[in-house]
């Protein structure tokens, strides 16, 4: 028993000696122990893809990146046992990312990384992500379909969408993730978020929005809204210039909380069945309303929680 122990001390000490050795020097290597000790060989290459109109991406352990360039490509980055694989047929571009191997050791890489490239000229019709414990960014481009749905729900993936069109983002899921969007517009986007997610919109439009929420938050910066509805239980919705167009309708359930400051709306229709409305620093017990019949309103309902606008 005490040889088995002293000979794997020995072998720790030699893995660890390689990985120092091997940051050291700058190599971008993962050190594994897979019946023995193990050096990753990186990859980072980009491949030429033909056309293509839709993207589905499965997989584990994949940040995956979307981005305007000068044509159709993909960018893989990581070590070459993760490598996902991928392939274009009939208009589609299926990428599939592999789970990291169950091994001991250190990785210095990380995940694998992915970096789909379109032409500035062109957009993508279909986008279906289905990815686990991975971060997914969206730059820059129009999709006119977006579906992300969780591959696993204790490891859901983060979406960040920076300065791009959605059109349609049919359905996105989210299990204690984040979802970021800043400069862009978004169009009918039908959003669940639990677990304590985190949704934040910042100097964005978002049209005929639907976003129901369980112990988790939304904040809205410098925005527009368009007939957005929300229902949320157990959640805190925190609003700051905001512009709202049309309708917007926003219940809170349970202990939930709603936050208003230098919002622009031409009516509200704010009330609470077990708490207090706070309108400009002046408690109206629990209903505040005022031309509720406008074009462009804000109506909060709360059961418990307290609704505050500054």
Do not use: C
């Not at 990815?131 to 997914?136: E, G, K, Q």
């Amino acid at each position: 028993m005490r040889k088995y122990f002293v000979t794997g001390f020995y072998l720790l000490i030699v893995g660890g000696i390689l990985l120092l050795g091997g940051i050291l020097m700058g190599a971008n290597r993962s050190v594994v122990w897979n019946h023995g000790f193990k050096v990753e060989q990186h990859i980072n290459e980009t491949y030429p893809l033909t056309d293509f109109k839709n993207v589905y991406v499965e997989g584990n352990d994949t940040n995956v990146n979307f981005k305007l360039g000068d044509r159709y490509k993909i960018h893989i980055d990581g070590d070459k046992s993760q490598m996902p694989s991928y392939r274009v047929k009939k208009d589609t571009l299926t990428v599939t990312g592999k789970k990291k191997n169950k091994h001991v050791g250190v990785d210095v890489l990380g995940r694998a990384k992915v970096t789909i490239t379109i032409p500035m000229n062109k957009t993508l019709e279909n986008v279906n992500l289905r990815l686990a414990d991975s971060a997914i960014y969206i730059n820059d481009v129009t999709i006119e379909h977006l579906i992300k749905t969780a591959k696993d729900m204790d490891y859901d993936a983060q979406l960040y969408i920076k300065d791009a069109t959605i059109n349609n983002l049919d359905k996105i899921n989210l299990y204690d993730a984040n979802f970021e969007a800043t400069n862009s517009k978004i169009n009918n986007m039908t959003l669940v978020a639990s677990q304590y997610s985190d949704i934040v919109i910042k100097n964005s439009t978002l049209v005929k929005t639907s976003i129901n929420l369980n112990e988790s938050s939304l904040k809205v910066k410098q925005s527009n809204l368009d007939s957005m509805n929300s229902l949320a239980n157990h959640s805190r919705i925190t609003m700051d210039k905001v512009v709202y167009m049309n309708t917007n309708d926003f219940r809170i359930f349970s202990g939930g909380h709603f936050t208003g400051s230098d919002m622009t709306a031409d009516g509200l229709d704010l009330s609470t069945d077990d708490g207090v409305v706070r309108y400009l620093d002046k408690d109206y017990g629990h209903e505040y309303q005022n031309k509720i019949d406008a074009g462009n309103l804000l109506r909060v309902k709360a059961t418990k929680g307290s609704i505050t606008i500054k």
